[in-house]
Every structure is written in C-alpha cells, then in structure tokens.
C-alpha cells in the first residue's frame, strides 16, 4: 500500500524558477487497486507518482509518503530494494531501449538487482513472454528494428523482470493506434494477476472508466478527490468541478438524457448503453 | 492537376545488410487545394513515411510524388515545395529551435530570405492565428504540450502553406491540448483556405474531415468521405476503430434496432430520439 500524507513539491526551489507543483497532497492507494490518476497537462500526475519509487525525494518539511513500511522521505533509504518492488513506465518508454539486443535490454533490471545470470536470464524470459512477444524469435534481435508496439512492449518487460509489487504506468496507451490500445490494456489485466497494484495515469476517460476501481482527480497540484468511476463520470457537478471529460460512451448517454430519453447519465459501458436505448424503446 | 498528387509510390527502408521492408507500395493519393483529408492507418501502416514523402524528406523509390505540378525528386524544386507544405510532427519537443516562441516562429521567415518587416507581420499573425500572441516572449520549453505544438503550427503557418500536414501532431497531447490544436487547424482550413492533411488514430477527429483516407500495410484501402463509416468493414479490416456512435449503433442494429449510420455524435442522438418517437414504444 502507498500512503501520501500532506506532500509537497517545488521544482528548483530558492531560484528564479521555483515552481510549487504539489500542494499538500492526501491520497492512499491499496493493494489490488487498478488506481487511475488524470488531470490536466501541470496538475503534477508524474511528479506525484515520481515519489513512489524516489525517483524524486519527499522535499524536507514537505510530508511524507510511505510504500508498506517504508518511509521515503527517511534520509537512508534501500533504494534497489524498493524499485524492485515498485515499477516505473514512464510515457514512451520505448525511447529508454539502449542495448543491442532484446534480451540484453530486458535483463539489465536484474542484473541491477545483483541476481545471477541464470535467473537474470529466466526473468527476461518469463517477462518477454508476458507481455505477448515470442521468446525465440525476438531475444536476439536488436530492440531498435522492432515496430512501436512491440518496442513499448519490450520496455514494459523491462520492468516486469523486476518483478515488481506495484506498478506505475504513464500514459501506457499514447500513441498506439485503437486497436492495439485495447490489446495493451488487456494485457496490463494480465499483469495485474502477478502484479496486484497497478496505478495509471491518462488522458483516456475511457480506458480510465473500463479499468479503474478508484480515480483520483489532480488540479495544479491538489487532489480534487478520489472516486469511483460512475460516482465521478455520473456527476455533472464533479465533472465541472473538477474540469473532467466525460468518456465517449457517458457523452452519448448525457446526449440521449438531455434529448429526454429515460436513460441514466452514468453509463460508462458501451453494452449498457445499448441495453439502456432498447429498454427505453421497448425493444427489450 | 491535384494540387498534392502521389502516383503509384513505392518506399522501402532497408533492414539489416540486405533486406528491405515495403512501407508503401503503388500508392495513389490526390489533395486538392482547400480539402480536409484525414489519412487513418494502424502502426506500421506507412502514415509517417507517406508524410515525409509529401515535402520532399524522402524520394519515392517508385513513381512519383508531385506538389503543385513540381516532382520532389527534382532537388532544385524542393525550396518552393517546402513553401507550399508545411509538416507539423508529433512531438513538439523535437521541432523547436530557439529559447523565444517568436524567434521560433520566425525561423522559417527568415530562411525564405524575407524583409524584416514581413517577418514581423507574418509572425504576428501566425501567433494570433494560433492564439499564442500573449506568449510571443516566452521560452518555448516553459509552454505546456498543447501551447508547444500550437507554437509549432505557428512556425509552419509563417511560411503561408497552401497545404499543411500533421503527422499525429495531437498524439502526445492532453484532451485539452488536442481540441485546442484541432480547433485551430479547422479555423485555418475554413478561413485561409488552407488545405489539410491530417494523420490520426482518433477516430473521432478522422471523422471531421472532408474526406478519409485509410491506408493498411502500406496500401490504399479505402478513399471516400464520412458514409465510410457505413461499411465499417473497412475501418476493422485494416486494424481501426469506429467512433464510439458508429459501434453503438452497430450494436443496437445486432439487436433489432437500426437507426441507420449515425455521422457524428449529435446525428446518433437524433437518430436515436426519432426512432424512438416514431415507435411510440409499441414495438
């Protein structure tokens, strides 16, 4: 569980620049939650989840956060330990891909973790073939000759073979056409079966609505809130408060609501939503 | 003569000592002066590599790309076909040159060889066409993502483009950043005439277009305006989604209720509404 209470952040703090990004945040994310963050481009989404594995420090005086047991805002922290444990894709990760070849690039997480070569090895396997790529055929090529999706997928393995308890994605979907969203998606289920806590920030209201359990809502660097799906995308008023966009299919609910059709406005399931037209013309 | 005209392309990359990899083959693709073609295409469907044809960034390995009557393998004609398209990529990051937004903007002026008081006035507009003015002084890298690509709009608007491609120039962006940028490329299609070619996966934004484009592993599939979303066929086959109305209705006609092909998401409430009106739930 990842426990931030009261955190702060200011980017080039005592310069001409300093920007405060985070303002007194308060969330809790459990284990097993599929936790999605959204907000808009400066509501400080990366630089929160940054703090999870320390890639940014907790600023002194400026709360804390906590991963199980772990205070991260302690001087002396096991760093190797906790990015182990808590897993980090950043947006495009595809352009974190350095060695020459697949295997080599996968294995390199454990290798950092000082585990033998064998395992080091058997980790880059089982990882490569969890994220839907053929072991065989692929752990000698060079990462570089392989298309977009199957680049994103390599580094997405990259940070499986460290077998990680929490898992972070930015934007997982950004960038990949529609079809190939959907399949990275089901995929990130997959992953959430040996990895419980996965927690995604993106843009997408509709994967966002499909997906997640909990939502939190970020504006300039507060929470808004921390929602279930249809109580956040069925709210007019929290929608407008907190500056969201409905996801396509609630649109069209909203649409169809709005023209009088008895239909509920917090439908966020494309197959609801066709039940719901026909229940309301008597087709079902 | 179409004002933009591919005829019969063929490209390939090499891969590795001696293979190649076909990224398009016999490709034929008009643009005429003042249409809005989205072109829609899974990855790896050669939508980039069609964009960097359009300007003369690469050279058909076969047939020919033509702009405005001048072919692009005509290395002397490049400088004027670089004035007629302008491409706008995908990360604004990469196609930012100074540390202020109206040097930046004025760079392409500039390289035309222009009088300084025409660069002023051309960066000018460029920037109110965008609504960037307020940020003509800022630093480029200071912008969010949205304001970025509209400074990188405004760069390319600068040369006055009778044609501007964006090569998936919303993909990096936050919804508020795409509609902000798709806002200002319709405005500049509507009022300047300019003609588009715009290169998305959003298939919501592919149906704003005059006329849709789909290319499948370097092929032309399909050609036609938004009553393609009628065969939907076409859209899966090569890999695409449907707006989300389009599949709803699709559904809703799997279970006995056709409300015909709705073109947007205004027609699919309307059509939705007078289908139930009309069966005064009697059905």
Redesign the interface.
Known sequence: MISVKNLSYVYSPKTPFNTQALFGINVDINDGDFFGIIG???AGKSTLVSHFNALTRVQKNSGTVFVDDVDLSAKKLDLKKLRAKVGMVFQYPEYQLFDDTVEKDVMFGPKNLGLPVDEQRSRAKAAIELVGLDYAEIAGRSPF?L???QKRRVALAGVLAMRPEILVLDEPT???????K?KLMELICDIKKTCPTIIMIS?N??EIASYCNRIAVLDRGTVKGVFAPRELFGSRELLEKCGV?LP??T??AV??A????DIDRSIID??E??CA??K????? | MPFLHLQNVDYSYPSGESDYITALRSVNITVERGEFVALVGCNGSGKSTLARLCNGLIVPDGGEVTVDGMPTSDKSALYDIRKKIGVVFQNPDNQTVTTVVEDDVAFGPENLGLPPAEIRERVDRALRAVGMSEHAKSGPMRLSGGQKQRVAIAGVLAIKPELMVLDEATGMLDPDGRREVLDVVKKLNRDENMAVLMITHFMEEAAEADRIIILDRGSVVADGGRELFATPEVFTDAGLDLPVYVRVAQKLKARGMDIGCPLSARQFVTAVKARLDGDGGNV
């Open positions: 808009n481009t400066g000759e298309s977009g999706g950004a960038g990949i056409d529609p079809i190939g959907r843009h209201m509709d966009e396509l299919v649109e069209l649409g169809l709005d023209a009088g059709i494309q197959d939503l066709v037209i026909l309301a013309g008597k087709y079902a």
